[in-house]
């Protein structure tokens, strides 16, 4: 007899906060002011050499830039839910494991979720703070942890068929209220 995986995917580019923005603002700032400087000192001392410094500050500015954009991908696979963490494209991170089956409570994050100030919070989102989830679960690697993420239909269905069933039934009695 052949047993059909349960598989679902999906990826969530992170939105800029403020934190970014002055980011990018003091790279860009920082970028000029060097260029200026070794412009400046090609002009005063003639070494051309120094424009292939300038050359290697814009490159670096470029990559310090691109390597602030983030997304995250779930995979989720007979109810075992891996998160990355992709920056620019060209650096994946593994963040989390998690077992649907293991979850302690999983909902819409909403103002009335009360805080995990004692579990550990993994924030694998979009952070526009609509749609978000959460998920609180016990790990062998981080103990107690909350994640916070922003699924798809396909995620949540996909998590929802390997919950507890104490958590299906609170799901399903939500929903038909």
């Not at 916070?148 to 039934?169: K, M, S």
């Amino acid at each position: 007899e052949r047993v059909m995986d349960n598989f679902a995917e999906y990826m969530v580019k992170k939105h800029p906060d403020s934190s970014d923005m002055m980011k990018r603002i003091g790279i860009i700032a920082l970028t000029v002011v060097l260029c200026l400087i070794t412009v400046l000192l090609v002009v005063l001392l003639k070494i051309p050499f120094i424009l292939i410094v300038t050359c290697a500050l814009i490159y670096g500015a470029y990559y310090l830039l691109t390597g602030l954009s983030v997304e995250y991908e779930y995979a989720v696979t007979n109810g075992e839910m891996d998160v990355d963490k992709i920056i620019a494209c060209r650096k994946r991170t593994h963040l989390i494991t998690v077992d649907a089956a293991k979850f302690e409570a999983f909902a819409p994050l909403t103002s009335d979720v009360p805080d995990a100030d004692q579990r550990t919070l993994v924030l694998c989102g979009d952070n526009t703070g609509e749609g978000e989830y959460y998920a609180d679960v016990e790990t062998e690697e981080y103990g107690a942890v909350r994640v916070v993420f922003t699924p798809n239909d396909a995620v949540i269905a996909a998590l929802e068929a390997h919950l507890p069933r104490q958590l299906r039934y609170q799901r399903s009695k939500e929903e038909r209220q």
